[in-house]
């Protein structure tokens, strides 16, 4: 079998006296989608931001690539900022609320990183954010400001940005979160189409139908633990832990009350 890109081993994290990851460890195969569902407060979205790195962790290794982090502690010493932006480089992270610089077109957005920390030319920046804003659809808006913009097309330009540094896995939190429904559909869309290009992700999300539907892999985390994991058959469909059984209960419930 071939290496893992992402392995994670004994990850701890705690905030005070609350601890919010318990032990982790989980394995991220090249070319999958991972879905992490789960109540919130069960750690997710910490997760997640352990693996770019914005959450230190207290314990355990983080590997991505040929780059591996080991933490013991809570005073970790992270690398210089030449290594950390290297290897957050290669986790794109895509959050709930968008993070656009408003002060800079959707073009200019999707540029600053390959300019500034890529050392790419401007015109070579340039070229490929046209080229991703116009695979996330959005090429004629090229030139407006994110007050312009619906969330759905701040969300995909956040998408593009994440995407124009070249990442070896995407990771996205919640990204569908703070969408009014009708947009929801279009940011998913994109999703989608980079699962089926063979892009490396991993998901936080609460859309079950869609977690069915693109993730190879499905890790139902409860209290800062892995309460069950595996694909979508049998984690959605056939759950064998009560918690996970009671957890996707509640959205087959809802469902059923809007049908």
């Known amino acids: 079998m071939s290496k893992p890109l992402i392995e ?11 601890t919010v990851l318990k032990d982790i460890s989980l394995q991220v195969a090249r070319g999958t989608v ?16 352990c693996i770019n790195l914005l959450t230190v962790p207290e314990g355990g290794e983080i590997t991505v690539g040929e780059h591996t982090m080991a933490f013991s502690g809570k005073h ?48 070579e920046a340039e070229a490929t954010a046209r080229a991703l804003l116009t695979k996330v659809g959005l090429i004629e808006r090229a030139d407006m400001y994110p007050d312009k913009l619906s969330g759905g097309q701040k969300q995909r330009v956040a998408i593009a940005r994440a995407l124009a540094m070249q990442p070896s896995v995407m990771l996205f939190d919640e990204a569908t979160s703070a969408l009014d429904p009708e947009l929801v559909a279009e940011v998913l869309g994109v ?9 490396t992700m991993i998901l936080v999300t609460h859309e079950i139908a869609f977690a069915r539907e693109v993730a190879d892999q499905i890790i139902f985390m409860r209290d800062g633990v892995v309460a069950e994991s595996g ?11 009560d918690a996970t059984r009671a957890f996707l209960g509640r959205f087959a419930g809802a469902a059923a009350d809007q049908a």
């Open 34 to 49: 991972v879905a992490l569902i789960g109540p919130s407060g069960s750690g997710k979205s910490t997760l997640l931001r």
């Open 231 to 241: 694909p979508p058959e049998e984690v959605i469909d056939n759950p064998r832990n």
């Open 8 to 18: 994670i081993k004994g990850l701890k994290k705690s905030f005070g006296s609350h």
């Open 76 to 123: 970790t010493r992270l690398p210089g900022d030449r290594v950390l932006s290297g290897f957050r480089a290669k986790t794109g992270m895509v959050f709930q609320h968008f993070n656009l610089f408003p002060h800079m077109t959707a073009l200019q957005n999707v540029m600053e990183g390959p300019v500034t920390v890529l050392r790419k030319s401007k015109a």
């Open 191 to 199: 999703i989608k189409s980079l699962a089926r290009e063979g892009m």
